[in-house]
């Protein structure tokens, strides 16, 4: 972490002084200032390999019903009355 600089009573006594304590102490502050707009143009443009479907976590195969698993299910071939019911040796809701 770089040091912190604060002007002292000299470098404020005369307008010159002062011109020259407020230049460095701007220096400073416009530098940091360009380094961060650099750093969140980086971090702003989108990754090309990253997926373009939906997060993980919301697709059939890792479907979660309030952090308990549900075994994944095409709800077009569900019937009437067909109930979501724990399955305690596989750990997971399943439709019977």
């Known amino acids: 972490m770089a040091s912190r600089w604060y002007p002292t009573v000299d470098q404020l006594k005369d307008p010159s002084a002062m011109h020259r304590a407020f230049k460095q102490?701007?220096?400073?502050?416009?530098?940091?200032?360009?380094?961060f707009?650099?750093?969140?143009?980086?971090?702003?443009?989108p990754s090309a390999s990253a997926p373009a479907g939906p997060p993980p976590g919301s697709g059939p195969t890792d479907t979660q019903l309030l952090g308990l698993f549900v075994k994944p299910v095409d709800t077009h071939t569900l019937a009437d009355g067909v109930k979501l019911t724990w399955v305690r040796k596989n750990g997971r809701f399943e439709f019977l």
């Open 37 to 45: 707009d650099v750093l969140q143009k980086s971090q702003a443009m």
């Open 25 to 35: 102490l701007l220096d400073q502050h416009y530098e940091l200032q360009d380094r």
